[in-house]
């Protein structure tokens, strides 16, 4: 059974679900804060980010790889080392109180290749500046 999203809590391990949902295909991960059906909003530039998002990334396949990297970087007491958006998180204690461990979470979305996958991140990061003025706030420039 293949499925084209999937919604995670970051503190869960849920590396067997991806690999049955997912089969080893590409996507995109949006990390969010909040819950699914009710996200914090984000304060930006240009409004506020209803979503929750705090960063949008790419990973081939969904059921490890950069996704798992991204949910280790994030956890408690982690070195501060792996995932860019974790080593960002661990290393500014406002980020952390302002969005708590315990509430973020990660939409999946399924590709079917890697080279849509890079498209799709491509377009929601250009969406994401476009209506905010800036990128999400984990994610790099350059």
Known sequence: MLVERYF???????????????QNKPGIYILRSGCEDSPTPVSRICGEDKDGILYIGISSPLTGGRVSELKKSLAPKQA???????????????????????TLYLELIVADTS????????KRLAAYVDKYGELPPFNRSG
Request: glycine share 8%.
């Open 8 to 22: 995670s809590k970051v503190n869960e391990n849920d590396i067997p679900a991806r690999k049955k949902l997912f």
């Open 80 to 102: 501060t080392k792996g995932h860019l958006a974790g080593v960002r998180y661990q290393a500014n204690d406002i980020l952390k109180t302002k969005y708590p461990y315990e």
């Open 115 to 122: 080279k849509d996958a890079g498209i799709m991140e491509g």
